[in-house]
T-cell receptor
């Protein structure tokens, strides 16, 4: 069964800390997505990865195809980074259908 | 661009009632999706469409129907509401421009079935 597992489920950090959220998946994905769900419920796509590493501002996403693992890093975390971060895998097919992890709830304290 | 819009934002239904959740996008995307999000669970795909006139079932289609008569609109129909359909529903469209692959989500509809 194609699954996506995220860890940790919940994460509390102090402002300025370096954050890492992990995602593991089964074989055969064509792409891995990271999304952010704001406290108000809105969902925004952050990254789509099929290999290597991508960076946008203080956010960095990496993927290791051999180990079937991806990480999302936040440098110099800020309270406004508080959100749920969701990993989702495209298990192939041009339809773009995604299997989602349950999310990691991040709270950054000032 | 308004992006992806959904109506209504909130709705309470009685068991057995029916309703349509509306979704519209103004980005001319061919791919559109309906998801449901239950507390503590990952988003689940209900139905998707790869273009006007073409729809297909996702992971959890039972109790729902969709249509796609235009590129812009992708309504989701609940025929006989059940408490198990209490959830937050998100519509999304997919942008494949410039070699990318990004889904844009609507703000969601919170549905309660009593």
């Amino acid at each position: 069964k194609n699954e996506v597992e995220q860890s940790p489920q919940n994460l509390t950090a102090q402002e300025g800390e370096f954050i890492t959220i992990n995602c593991s998946y089964s074989v055969g994905i064509s792409a891995l997505h990271w999304l952010q769900q704001h406290p108000g419920g809105g969902i925004v796509s952050l990254f789509m990865l099929s290999s290597g590493k991508k960076k946008h501002g203080r956010l960095i996403a990496t993927i290791n195809i051999q180990e079937k693992h991806s990480s999302l890093h936040i440098t110099a975390s800020h309270p406004r980074d508080s959100a749920v971060y969701i990993c989702a895998a495209n298990y192939g097919g041009s339809q773009g259908n995604l299997i989602f992890g349950k999310g990691t709830k991040l709270s950054v304290k000032p | 661009n308004a992006g992806v819009t959904q109506t209504p934002k909130f709705r309470i239904l009685k068991i057995g009632q029916s309703m349509t959740l509306q979704c519209t996008q103004d980005m001319n995307h061919n791919y559109m999706y309906w998801y449901r999000q239950d507390p503590g669970m990952g988003l689940k795909l209900i139905y998707y469409s790869v273009g006007a006139g073409i729809t297909d079932k996702g992971e959890v289609p039972n109790g729902y129907n969709v249509s796609r008569s235009t590129t812009e609109d992708f309504p989701l129909r609940l025929e006989l509401a059940a408490p198990s359909q209490t959830s937050v529903y998100f519509c999304a469209s997919r942008d494949l421009a410039r070699g990318g692959d990004t889904q844009y989500f609507g703000p969601g509809t919170r549905l309660t079935v009593l």
